[in-house]
């Protein structure tokens, strides 16, 4: 059960780490528009389109995605703390 719940949390580190580069990437000129912005939003987008209808952007900020980490940070504690029953 361990090794099952090394993997999934070792996935969701990998998916938080895809999220933030997707974010950082909004921040550069046309690298969302790269192979590897390509890429990230077919992962991301899915995650974080979820959270952005439920808080739409303020202006040009958009919050959703500090949500959508902290809920992500959620569901990696959760699955240790149910490493620790098993």
């Known amino acids: 059960m361990d090794f099952i719940i090394s993997i999934?949390?070792?996935?969701l580190n990998m998916y938080f780490y895809a999220i933030i580069i997707y974010?950082?990437?909004?921040?550069?000129p046309n690298a969302r528009?790269?192979?590897l912005?390509?890429?990230?939003?077919?992962?991301?987008?899915?995650?974080l389109e979820q959270?952005?209808?439920l808080i739409p952007p303020v202006g040009m900020i958009d919050f959703s995605p500090i949500i959508a980490l902290f809920v992500l940070q959620l569901a990696g504690?959760?699955?240790?703390?149910?490493?620790?029953w098993f």
């Open 8 to 11: 999934l949390s070792s996935l």
């Open 23 to 28: 974010i950082f990437m909004s921040w550069i």
């Open 33 to 35: 528009e790269s192979q």
């Open 37 to 47: 912005g390509y890429l990230l939003a077919r992962i991301c987008e899915p995650y």
């Open 51 to 53: 959270f952005r209808r």
């Open 77 to 84: 504690n959760g699955l240790h703390v149910i490493g620790t």
